[in-house]
Nanobody, 124 residues
Framework: QVQLVESGGGSVQDGGSLRLSCVAS????????MGWFRQSPGKEREFVAA????????RIGDVAKGRFSVSRDTGKNTIFLHMSNLKPEVTGMYYC?????????????????WGAGGQVTVAS
């Protein structure tokens, strides 16, 4: 299984930007699609974005369209979530997840490995 560690979270003002990173270690010799999910207080986990193993295919969740993008540095086993024009409603804990195979799944049940999460707080 792959281990995932997120970084880059923090607090920003309304309209600000952040970039989250997720580094994979362990069985990185296997192909993993990777994704981002968000858990906000009182809400169910939401799909944010995902990227396929090669980085050629991506999916962006409804909660992220127009403001977020996802990219991957395959050489460094790292994915990024680029967030801009942030609003308070996107505040939450952001989790990186890995799924064996190449497809960028939107359903969290497809992911077998999860990071501990990174908090993103947007102040109004």
């Amino acid at each position: 299984q792959v281990q995932l560690v997120e970084s880059g979270g923090g607090s920003v003002q309304d309209g600000g930007s952040l970039r989250l990173s997720c580094v994979a270690s362990g069985r990185t010799d296997r192909r993993y699609a990777m994704g981002w999910f968000r858990q906000s207080p009182g809400k169910e986990r939401e799909f944010v974005a995902a990227i396929g193993w090669s980085g050629a295919s991506t999916r962006i969740g409804d909660v992220a369209k127009g403001r977020f993008s996802v990219s991957r540095d395959t050489g460094k086993n790292t994915i990024f979530l680029h967030m801009s024009n942030l609003k308070p409603e996107v505040t939450g804990m952001y989790y990186c997840a890995g799924a064996l195979g190449g497809s960028p799944w939107e359903d969290g049940v497809e992911y077998g490995g999860w990071g501990a999460g990174g908090q993103v707080t947007v102040a109004s």
